[in-house]
């Protein structure tokens, strides 16, 4: 359906798609024509309201479609509240981000929703933000300052759920039926109990049940999450219409990339795990073409919890892509394991595994996140070693809290299972390291090994292809907040520490020192060829399992980056004989044998003559 009063280039960007469009939308929603049409319309809607300065973005970024794989890009995830107070106060706070490198800020806990909870993500209005933060307009303002600065700005959509509290669950309690067919409502437990029997249960013991009951409309409903986040159902059309316009709508507010949140869940049928269904795909290839439509520039990040093997189907085809950005959510649970552990080798496997994939997918590698670590941990791997998994979760958790004879991390467990000894875990990196310890013991040399580490692991980050996240804070060796109560989540999510941000100039202080190594690796990841997502990156055989190689080559660069995760000095030792340069202290290295500081890393770079 082509109409003769839209505008050429709209029109040219949907015949581009307009088949495969259609194809989609007739299959998941029983070819449906006047819903297709009203979903066609809702585009051409969209793109008329997109401002002219982000249509010249979009033709820009659409001649450079490779703009986001630039190796001096860093993303910073920041809760507006928490780091500024308000929006204002984040534009106002830019010029530290431009200190921190930050090339990409992820706005958390942004759209209007219940600020008192302490999970997740119910939005309430997905078309305004929390009011104690601001309004669209400050948004708005704050996308123009980043984009003079070369900041991309994210934030998340949940695209699998609303609060109890939106006017489509109000409507609903009030038994208005178009209101409840936008969720999962039943009139008694019969097919709930049904879809019991092959839906696994997300969170057993903070909220057990993927059902819960409504008192107002004396129904049952859909909550795979929590009991206030109420399903959406996308087998019905128009929930798919209304959330593709809420998400453009944000990203005509000038967001340049979306996190499609709970993406995984989007569809459900009985019979099935309702989780990563074939029509999930399908949904998100039709998000990915209704922003080539409407707004080209911008980037859809899923949120799917897998390794990077099997997440990376939500790249979708070189044909038929899907989502441009995937966060790396399994390398955060195999970093902590290998601190506490000091055995590279599940690290090294998890490096393998990205390295099998196509070097046009980008990963969002981090260390930590506003989530707890998860261990979802390659146990079938792990068993080769006779690694016992409720043991090996018990131990990582007593290692990680500081439980565990020796250790100096501060982590603090959440939703903490004492029958099988399993927890999830928060904690800042400076705190996971030791820097928290050792400033209580007042211990200089305990200080400086954790701050080697603290480094250590962020220069890890730095080597690996994709996109490295600092989370807020880390710059800074921040440390775990107290908590206001036992186990809650935002004990490493609270307010920004300026006074320790202050200190990031003084190299004689932990800020000062993590600060000043993180900018120098951002740097020399700008500067090195080696570094680039083009890179021929291979693991290298160290001779010990508590040190970890990776080699990177490329454009004549060869770049050689060894960590140690013992506590004492080890060898590398590498079947290599050239000379490489240290990229740290410019002195000359024989890479046949080279000693590794305890909990400390080297990159050493070798250039080739031209020939």
């Given at each position: 359906?082509?109409?003769?009063?839209w505008?050429?280039?709209?029109?040219?960007?949907?015949?581009?798609?307009?088949?495969?469009?259609?194809?989609?939308?007739?299959?998941?929603?029983?070819?449906?024509?006047?819903?297709?049409?009203?979903?066609?319309?809702?585009?051409?809607?969209?793109?008329?309201?997109?401002?002219?300065?982000?249509?010249?973005?979009?033709?820009?970024?659409?001649?450079?479609?490779?703009?986001?794989?630039?190796?001096?890009?860093?993303?910073?995830?920041?809760?507006?509240?928490?780091?500024?107070?308000?929006?204002?106060?984040?534009?106002?706070?830019?010029?530290?981000?431009?200190?921190?490198?930050?090339?990409?800020?992820?706005?958390?806990?942004?759209?209007?929703?219940?600020?008192?909870?302490?999970?997740?993500?119910?939005?309430?209005?997905?078309?305004?933000?929390?009011?104690?933060?601001?309004?669209?307009?400050?948004?708005?303002?704050?996308?123009?300052?980043?984009?003079?600065?070369?900041?991309?700005?994210?934030?998340?959509?949940?695209?699998?759920?609303?609060?109890?509290?939106?006017?489509?669950?109000?409507?609903?309690?009030?038994?208005?039926?178009?209101?409840?067919?936008?969720?999962?409502?039943?009139?008694?437990?019969?097919?709930?109990?049904a879809?019991?029997?092959?839906?696994?249960?997300?969170?057993?013991?903070?909220?057990?049940?993927?059902?819960?009951?409504?008192?107002e409309?004396?129904?049952?409903?859909?909550?795979?999450?929590?009991?206030?986040?109420?399903?959406?159902?996308?087998?019905?059309?128009?929930?798919?219409?209304?959330?593709t316009?809420?998400l453009?709508?944000?990203?005509?507010?000038?967001?340049?990339?979306?996190?499609?949140?709970?993406?995984?869940?989007?569809?459900?049928?009985?019979?099935?795990?309702?989780?990563?269904?074939?029509?999930?795909?399908?949904?998100?290839?039709?998000?990915?073409?209704?922003?080539?439509i409407?707004?080209?520039g911008?980037?859809?990040?899923?949120?799917?919890?897998?390794?990077?093997?099997?997440?990376?189907?939500?790249?979708?085809?070189?044909?038929?892509?899907?989502?441009?950005?995937l966060y790396?959510?399994?390398?955060?649970?195999?970093?902590?394991?290998?601190?506490?552990?000091?055995?590279?080798?599940?690290?090294?496997?998890?490096?393998?595994?990205?390295?099998?994939?196509?070097?046009?997918?980008?990963?969002?590698?981090?260390?930590?996140?506003?989530?707890?670590?998860?261990?979802?941990?390659?146990?079938?791997?792990?068993?080769?070693?006779?690694?016992?998994?409720?043991?090996?979760?018990?131990?990582?958790?007593?290692?990680?809290?500081?439980?565990?004879?020796?250790?100096?991390?501060?982590?603090?467990?959440?939703?903490?299972?004492?029958?099988?000894?399993?927890?999830?875990?928060?904690g800042?990196?400076?705190?996971?390291?030791?820097?928290?310890?050792?400033?209580?013991?007042?211990?200089?040399?305990?200080?400086?090994?954790?701050?080697?580490?603290?480094?250590?692991?962020?220069?890890?980050?730095?080597?690996?292809?994709?996109?490295?996240?600092?989370?807020?804070g880390?710059?800074?060796?921040?440390?775990?907040?107290?908590?206001?109560?036992?186990?809650?989540?935002?004990?490493?999510?609270?307010?920004?520490?300026?006074?320790?941000?202050?200190?990031?100039?003084?190299?004689?202080?932990?800020?000062?020192?993590?600060?000043?190594?993180?900018?120098?690796?951002?740097?020399?990841?700008?500067?090195?060829?080696?570094?680039?997502?083009?890179?021929?990156?291979?693991?290298?055989?160290?001779?010990?399992?508590?040190?970890?190689?990776?080699?990177?080559?490329?454009?004549?660069?060869?770049?050689?980056?060894?960590?140690?995760f013992?506590?004492?000095?080890?060898?590398?030792?590498?079947?290599?004989?050239?000379?490489?340069?240290?990229?740290?202290?410019?002195?000359?290295?024989?890479?046949?044998?080279?000693?590794?500081?305890?909990?400390?890393?080297?990159?050493l770079?070798?250039?080739?003559?031209?020939?």
């Amino acid at each position: 359906m082509i109409h003769t009063q839209w505008k050429p280039e709209f029109e040219s960007r949907l015949r581009r798609h307009q088949d495969e469009l259609k194809q989609l939308h007739f299959e998941l929603y029983h070819s449906n024509l006047k819903a297709f049409d009203a979903y066609v319309e809702m585009l051409y809607h969209a793109w008329q309201d997109r401002p002219e300065a982000l249509r010249l973005l979009d033709r820009a970024r659409q001649d450079d479609p490779q703009w986001l794989q630039d190796r001096a890009r860093v993303a910073m995830p920041v809760d507006v509240a928490a780091f500024a107070g308000t929006i204002k106060g984040l534009q106002a706070r830019l010029d530290y981000l431009a200190d921190c490198g930050v090339r990409m800020l992820h706005l958390t806990n942004l759209l209007r929703g219940p600020r008192d909870m302490e999970h997740g993500a119910a939005v309430s209005d997905f078309r305004a933000v929390q009011p104690e933060i601001g309004a669209l307009e400050d948004l708005s303002r704050l996308a123009e300052q980043c984009r003079k600065r070369g900041i991309a700005l994210c934030t998340d959509l949940s695209m699998h759920h609303t609060s109890d509290q939106h006017e489509w669950a109000r409507r609903a309690r009030a038994g208005e039926k178009a209101c409840q067919d936008r969720y999962y409502f039943y009139d008694s437990y019969e097919l709930p109990n049904a879809y019991e029997q092959t839906m696994p249960q997300e969170l057993p013991l903070a909220s057990p049940g993927n059902f819960s009951w409504c008192e107002e409309a004396q129904k049952v409903v859909m909550t795979t999450f929590y009991p206030d986040q109420w399903d959406l159902n996308y087998m019905n059309p128009a929930v798919l219409c209304d959330m593709t316009e809420n998400l453009l709508f944000l990203c005509n507010q000038g967001i340049d990339a979306i996190r499609l949140e709970g993406l995984p869940y989007l569809w459900k049928a009985l019979g099935t795990s309702c989780r990563h269904l074939r029509q999930v795909h399908s949904l998100a290839r039709i998000l990915r073409m209704a922003c080539e439509i409407v707004c080209p520039g911008v980037l859809l990040l899923g949120d799917v919890a897998l390794e990077p093997g099997p997440a990376s189907a939500y790249f979708g085809s070189e044909e038929r892509p899907e989502c441009h950005l995937l966060y790396n959510t399994a390398l955060m649970a195999a970093v902590w394991h290998t601190v506490a552990t000091r055995d590279v080798r599940l690290l090294a496997h998890q490096v393998q595994q990205m390295l099998y994939l196509p070097k046009r997918f980008t990963f969002l590698n981090y260390l930590r996140s506003r989530d707890p670590v998860v261990w979802n941990l390659d146990f079938g791997f792990l068993g080769q070693f006779g690694t016992q998994e409720s043991a090996h979760k018990r131990y990582l958790n007593d290692y990680l809290s500081g439980k565990w004879p020796g250790s100096t991390a501060r982590g603090e467990l959440y939703h903490a299972d004492p029958r099988l000894g399993d927890a999830q875990l928060f904690g800042t990196t400076a705190s996971l390291c030791g820097i928290e310890a050792a400033r209580e013991k007042n211990d200089g040399v305990a200080l400086a090994r954790a701050i080697r580490t603290d480094i250590m692991l962020h220069a890890f980050l730095f080597t690996l292809s994709g996109v490295p996240v600092l989370c807020s804070g880390d710059e800074i060796a921040r440390e775990n907040d107290p908590p206001k109560t036992k186990g809650t989540r935002r004990m490493s999510q609270g307010p920004m520490d300026w006074h320790k941000a202050a200190l990031r100039a003084d190299p004689i202080t932990a800020e000062g020192q993590v600060f000043a190594a993180i900018r120098r690796l951002e740097a020399l990841r700008a500067e090195h060829p080696a570094l680039d997502d083009q890179a021929d990156v291979r693991l290298l055989n160290t001779g010990s399992d508590q040190v970890l190689g990776i080699s990177r080559s490329w454009r004549g660069e060869k770049l050689l980056a060894l960590f140690n995760f013992s506590p004492d000095t080890q060898i590398a030792w590498l079947k290599d004989l050239s000379l490489y340069t240290d990229l740290h202290t410019t002195a000359s290295i024989d890479a046949g044998a080279v000693t590794v500081p305890a909990g400390g890393y080297r990159w050493l770079i070798h250039t080739e003559e031209a020939r």
